[in-house]
């Protein structure tokens, strides 16, 4: 796979960056038994201009085209549109443009599009985003249309489609590790740490957590995007200031979810950046 050096991979894109992990993936996706004679490409673009922090997998198997995305926070509605402009440029790279011009229909592969949701907010087990909804002008039917498919991957979900793929399952259950010591106060750094020895202890991602440990802390660390610690510390917080039952305390709490926040951040952005994020000052952040 062509690795864009602008950003930084997630765990899950270097996980199953790995053909026949996504062959298993897939079968579990849309039920069906493909074995090592079908063939995987992955063709992930280089230079995708709306992901944040990482790419995402794209591959073809069976003259399908598959685009597979990750999200830790809030679902983006926006992802069928996002799709569309990927799946036009990935048509652009697999096929030859002067084609286009002659008579004879060109074939390409059926895209498919799912968003693999992994976020600490409740969300169905499963719900299809249209482009249609986007359009000012409503039409019935729409004359495009594109759907994606989001599927809640967290483990406590039990989805089934988790259940049909080991790799996928024991992913999950990686992220619900990490997730579970946040919640118990451990700082980000540490909650990784910890979840990589328990899961390589339970065989869990053992063999790639054992080769890729330090890049996985710096990966998760990385991608654990602001959303999902906000959601974590800022519960905490409401549960102080209730505990409090004072104006003060509920006060001192978010200040406190705004320290943890910007102490988690440190060695990940600047500290104007982190500055403008948790509203905290400069003097604050310097002190940290």
Known sequence: MNTNKKYKDSVFTRYFSDKQKLRLLYNALEGTNYGE??????????????????????????????????????????????????????????????????????????????????????????????????????????????????????????????????????????VSVVRTYLEKGLELNDAIVKAVKICINENVMKEFLEKNASEVVNMLFTEFDMDTAKEIWKEEGKKEGRKEGRKEGRKEGRKEEKLKIAKNLIDVLDIETISKKTGLSIEEINKL
């Not at 036009?88 to 599009?113: F, G, M, V, W």
């Not at 693999?116 to 019935?140: C, H, M, T, V, W």
Request: glycine share 0%; charged share 25%; hydrophobic share 35%.
């Open 37 to 174: 004679e079908t063939e995987i490409n992955i063709i992930t673009l280089e230079d995708v201009l709306f992901m944040n922090q990482k790419n995402d997998i794209c591959f073809t198997i069976d003259n399908k085209f598959i685009l597979l995305i990750e999200h830790q926070s809030t679902i983006n509605n926006n992802m069928p549109l996002r799709c569309l402009l990927y799946i036009a440029r990935e048509y652009e790279k697999l096929i030859d443009r002067n084609i286009i011009y002659r008579s004879t229909l060109q074939k390409i592969p059926t895209p498919h599009c799912y968003v693999l949701y992994n976020g600490i907010r409740n969300y169905p087990k499963e719900k299809i985003l249209k482009l249609s909804d986007a359009f000012l002008a409503i039409q019935n039917p729409p004359e495009l249309e594109l759907n994606v498919k989001v599927i809640n991957i967290n483990y406590k979900e039990n989805h089934a489609i988790v259940q049909r793929c080991q790799d996928l399952k024991e992913y999950s259950y990686f």
